[in-house]
């Protein structure tokens, strides 16, 4: 069973990256943020896919938590943006 849902989490990984980075090149977000999320996202989803058959018992939880925490990292910085941009406008 884990074999076959690391084939989806890497293109899934891949999907998230390849939108934060359309986000960060069609909005004016904080780039910082959200371009790191979408770069560590394509990096995952290329270590996925490159061991694929030796990373099959850790990949999926390695995703999940570096996802996590740089997705959650990037909407943090982008709701203090519009926080900020709020109150000053």
Same mark, same amino acid.
């Given at each position: 069973? +884990?074999?076959?849902?690391?084939?989806?989490?890497?293109?899934?990984?891949?999907?998230?990256?390849?939108?934060?980075? $359309?986000?960060?090149?069609?909005?004016?977000?904080?780039? $910082?943020?959200?371009?790191?999320? *979408?770069?560590?996202?394509?990096?995952? +989803?290329?270590?996925?896919?490159? *061991?694929?058959?030796?990373? +099959?018992?850790?990949?999926? *939880?390695?995703?999940? $938590?570096?996802?996590?925490?740089?997705?959650?990292? +990037?909407?943090?910085?982008?709701?203090?943006?519009?926080?900020?941009?709020?109150?000053? *406008?």
């Amino acid at each position: 069973m +884990a074999m076959s849902a690391l084939p989806l989490s890497a293109n899934l990984c891949r999907a998230e990256g390849n939108c934060d980075l $359309g986000a960060v090149m069609s909005m004016s977000l904080p780039e $910082g943020a959200m371009l790191f999320s *979408g770069l560590v996202d394509l990096f995952l +989803a290329g270590i996925i896919i490159e *061991g694929l058959p030796g990373t +099959a018992a850790w990949a999926i *939880g390695l995703l999940i $938590g570096v996802n996590l925490v740089f997705g959650g990292t +990037a909407l943090i910085a982008m709701a203090l943006h519009a926080r900020d941009s709020a109150t000053a *406008g």
